[in-house]
């Protein structure tokens, strides 16, 4: 038996269930159970937060994940990586009022940020040569400028709504992202077997849709 973790809701949950139903994995799926076994494979399927995915799977509460780039790199895990999956892309992004005055990064030199991703956001600035205040906050971050917590936001923006709609600019991207599957780095021959089955069936089903 292999268990998976992926995003119990979310942009990558909905994508993540669809890929292994692809695979030709069946397993019931109820909103409120947050582990399932599936009925055709000796496969676990836990639904966990995506920012708990990679700690659990580096630790090897769970064997495998699926998780986006973003909360992997920014967790300093990429190690982890197996597989890009090709779905849920989105970029990290700094984003300012839309009346704001902005010109390039520096105008962010000494001001504050908001951010669920300061790892990330602090190798951006420092590639820059800009030193900001980097606030870290776990969610909601769009909302910081309008409340006086912040001058800029860096998070995460796929369609862009969230930004419109909380009467943000998109001003610089600062990491790009997509799915990826994530493994143990200590799995036992049997659990490695199933991962390379899994992996085969990915690869024919990526194949399937080019
Ligand atoms: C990100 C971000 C926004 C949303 C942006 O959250 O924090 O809430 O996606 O998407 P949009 O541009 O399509 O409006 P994420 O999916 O990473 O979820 P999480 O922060 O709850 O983990
Ligand atoms: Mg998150
Ligand atoms: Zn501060």
């Known amino acids: 038996m292999i268990r998976l973790a992926i ?15 692809e695979c030709g994995i069946s397993f019931i799926s109820t909103t409120s159970k947050l582990k399932t076994e599936a009925t055709n494979f000796p496969l676990e399927i836990l639904f966990l937060r995506d920012d708990d995915i990679p700690g659990y799977v580096a630790d090897g509460v ?3 994940g699926i998780v986006g780039q973003n909360v992997l790199v920014e967790e300093g895990l990429q190690q982890l990586s197996v597989k890009n999956l090709g779905f849920s892309k989105c970029r990290l992004s700094l984003a300012v009022s839309k009346g704001a005055e902005y010109h390039d990064v520096t105008t962010l030199q000494g001001k504050s940020i908001a951010t669920s991703y300061p790892n990330l956001l602090q190798e951006f ?9 980097i606030h870290t906050i776990s969610g909601s971050v769009e ?7 912040a001058d800029a936001v860096c998070d995460i923006v796929s ?21 990826v599957l994530i493994a143990n780095q200590n799995l036992d021959q049997e659990k490695n077997r199933l991962l390379q089955q899994l992996l085969f069936r990915m690869e024919a089903v990526q194949k399937a849709q080019k």
């Not at 420092?126 to 900001?132: I, L, N, Y």
């Not at 369609?159 to 799915?179: D, M, P, Y």
Request: hydrophobic fraction near 35%.
């Open 125 to 133: 600035l420092t590639s820059k040569g800009v030193e900001a205040d």
């Open 159 to 179: 369609s862009g709504s969230t930004l419109i709609s909380n009467g943000l600019r998109e001003v610089e991207t600062v990491f790009k992202s997509e799915a």
């Open 7 to 21: 995003q119990k809701s979310g942009r990558l949950s909905e994508d993540s269930l669809k890929l292994i139903r």
């Open 143 to 149: 909302i910081a400028p309008s409340i006086g917590l």
């Open 62 to 64: 769970a064997d495998i």
